[in-house]
């Protein structure tokens, strides 16, 4: 029995057929879907099974590739806008034909030369498309998540009450401006925590591990900087917030509540202008 193919993914399917422009797979409810020998790896013959990306050429016609995208349906990708025309933005997601995001589905205006977070998804004609409204496709709240979990951001929008950020693929949370400590650029990659689940169900984050787990972190990398530099470091609790967090990547109270911890424990000595390991 023909695997089930999935348009805009990757799939192994079984080549059926050799002809002279290329190699035949089977893709089950999609039927057969063309390799070009472009991208036929050397030695494939019939009955192999190969792993290729099923996508439309220009003609609107199934086509297969060995070539992988840089997004997947299903998937959000920051994506760069390479035109616009009357019919929407096509963005380069490194397929021969351009991804297109219709105007109804842009957030806000796209503009050439900018780029997006898109979700892609199948259109009801069978087209591969993407979207930046990611609300559509995205869940807003969670019940599931545990504070502190740590998980994959990607930034993706900018509100007055800080940025927006898709959580392992899978959902939307906010992390407030009065977490942020660090400069953040839309379509950056990074780690953060569930800071907590609000009473609507929505999602808070932070880029800093929450609670006493934190807490000893922090302090033991207190503890190692003091090794590495012959038991002293110029960082005091009067620091700048900037200097903490060049080194720490930290909040300066958090900083100064590792420190309390520290000396509360006989750990370090506190003096103006530095701290001694003990």
């Known amino acids: 029995m023909a695997k089930q193919a999935n348009i805009g993914q990757v799939n192994r ?6 002809v002279e422009f290329g190699l035949y797979l089977d893709a089950g409810q999609l039927g057969e879907v063309l390799l070009p020998n472009r991208y036929v790896p050397n030695g494939a013959k019939v009955g192999d099974e190969l792993e290729v990306f099923i996508y439309q050429d220009s003609q609107d016609r199934l086509v297969a590739t060995t070539d992988k995208p840089m997004a997947s349906v299903g998937e959000v990708a920051f994506l760069r806008v ?42 009801q004609s069978g087209r591969i498309a993407a979207s930046s409204k990611l609300s559509l496709f995205l869940k807003e709240t969670n019940t599931d998540f545990k504070s502190g979990q740590e998980v994959s951001l990607l930034v993706a929008s900018r509100s ?3 940025y927006t950020a898709v959580i392992d693929g899978t959902h939307l949370g906010l992390i407030h401006n009065s977490d942020i400590l660090q400069p953040l650029r839309m379509g950056q990659k990074l780690k953060g ?10 999602i808070n984050l932070t880029l800093q591990k929450q609670g006493r787990e934190g807490r000893e972190e922090l302090a033991d ?8 530099n012959g038991g002293r470091s110029d960082l005091v609790d009067k620091s700048s917030p900037e200097a903490i967090f060049k080194q720490y990547r930290v909040s300066k109270a958090k900083y100064k509540k590792a420190l309390g911890q520290l000396y509360k424990v006989r750990k370090i000595a506190i003096e103006e202008d530095h701290i001694e390991l003990l």
């Open 82 to 123: 390479k035109q616009v025309n009357r019919t929407g933005a096509f963005l380069n997601w490194g397929m021969p034909k351009d991804l297109m995001v219709p105007y109804a589905e842009q957030r806000v205006p796209m503009e050439e030369g900018r780029s997006y977070c898109v979700y892609l998804y199948v259109d």
């Open 13 to 18: 399917l079984k080549v059926v057929k050799e």
């Open 160 to 162: 007055n009450m800080g």
């Open 221 to 228: 990398q207190i503890l190692a900087h003091l090794e590495e």
């Open 193 to 202: 925590y569930i800071k907590g689940i609000r009473p609507d169900l929505k």
